[in-house]
């Protein structure tokens, strides 16, 4: 698809592998700014969605009524890593609803955060419907069928009406027709939305500067994205990219990773939204695009990239604990 | 490196992701059949020249020395699950050699398999190097290190009489000289070798068809692939694709995947080696080439391809088990 070169992945003196992939850089008028690769790349946006999927929990109502604080709306556009500070969460949302974690119909996979596995091991306990990396997302969902008096059992299908006001925020912030997104199902059963990767950079950008919305939209985005800087260790956790950026860049960006290779970013002072693409979608690439781009549009301070220099050149170590290699971007951004 | 597009990721109705990459099918007089990509591209074999570090433990006679059977062999050529099947025997020849798991010397990271991990973790124990899946090919090199009375300590380094062995055996086999191999260290911390990719097809090929050799290295050669096809349980494990083809292949191809997305595979009925390189690095797109590979080659029957299928055309499956999409080779080797 018109990939173009990103990130060498290096061993000793040599490049073992490569990833190629797509980047869109637009301001919150829709013009594309920069772009790598294929910007009009019809691209599933996976998690990277989540904060859009999060904006119908304000505007329902919902979220007042059932008395969400910045952090529940931050774990509302989560891929949480399954830590007790993420899963105790999750339980209080849905005891406030008066649901179980078996309401949830994410399905189950082991918490990213082994120390969170391992003590389910050691304990002899099931895997819960709360470790799967997307519970908060389904409780923000419940949330808002419950408030509108929707049915509970069926809200992760695509004609439940908590799927159609997704897609209708969805169609309204990128600017993409309805009919013109593509729809699959996600690693947790709800439909996942395919739109052009300049469409997706645009939802960002125009969350960052949410100016041409109504009232109501407008303090919604502005709800849902100062919750995820408020609160970034509830959009990943420990050691994860999404909370370590967020949590140096004081309030002014907000980013959110992707399955299969994507990640997006919106900067509050610029009203630029960057969307980022891994076309083979391996997420090991998407940290070094994204400091890469951020440092390269000079929306990062020296210190900030040092700060985060493990994710711009991430170490590969091996079983020994040896550094054996590094990925190191390899791009430059051209004019679009 | 001029990679072609040779699988899609398909979710719903869409291409979510490509993989792209290198073949080559090589004959063993060294003629380049088929390629796809670039097959001269410099390939770290990580795992896949396993077969061939396997020889000098034939070679220098240690391997008839602290009798070793056709398992114990293929475990040296083994990235294994973890499974019992596998630390049992590491412990068994090492214990043949009066030795124990801390002089493995290749450090450690969970064992693969689940329930050996569970099981770990259950128990409270620290996983030990066995569980590392190149516990086997350390247990070899430690066999041959003090079969030839060397140093047992530093066995892993680029410059100990282990490693230049092997190295000879590179050099021999794949025709390249000692000089142009490249070496990184690899994630078990022993030397990785990288080759031109159709010279790691002809390794293959020429094991397969070891004609040229003198009878000691035909011999060992032979030793070696009949023995990963004899027990073929030892390479990988339960569910894993060079198992599962091995095991259908009644004792006529050998295949080894090695990480960061490399596959070879040698015939021993045409002489032909295949070495595969996923340019991006991702494993999961090495088993769809492979086995499309060797149909396009007609090296399977109908029957084989049947049984392969869940290797050639993976499926994507959600948390809730539901498959939402499958992996698909899409391409046609033509002739070099």
Known sequence: MNAEHLVDVIRGDNV?????????????????????????????ARSSMKPLQAIPIVETGAADHYQFNQADLSLACASHNGENQHTDRVKTILSRLGLGTDDLKCGTHPPRWTEAYEALIIAGKEITPEYNN??????????????????????????????????????????TP??????????????????????????????????????KRKNAIEQVTAAMMAAPEMVGGTNRFCSDFMRIEDGRMFGKAGAEGVYCIGDLETGLGIAIKIEDGNGRATSPVAVEVLKQLDLLNEKQIKLLHDYHYPKLKNARQEVVGQLSPIFSLKNA
């Open 134 to 175: 997307c519970s908060g997302k389904h409780s923000g969902m419940l949330t808002t069928a419950i408030h509108m008096g929707e049915s509970l059992e069926d809200y992760y299908k695509t004609d439940h009406p908590v799927q159609k006001r997704i897609m209708e925020v969805i169609s309204d912030i990128s600017e």
């Open 16 to 44: 073992e592998s490569e990833h190629w992939g797509h980047i869109a850089v637009v301001n919150s008028e829709g013009k594309l700014l920069y772009s790598k690769g294929n910007p009009n790349r019809v691209t599933f």
């Open 178 to 215: 309805l009919n013109e997104i593509e729809i699959g199902i996600d690693g947790c059963g709800v439909p996942v939305h395919g739109i052009p990767l300049k469409n997706l950079a645009l939802s960002f950008a125009k969350m960052a500067k949410p100016i041409s919305f109504p009232e």
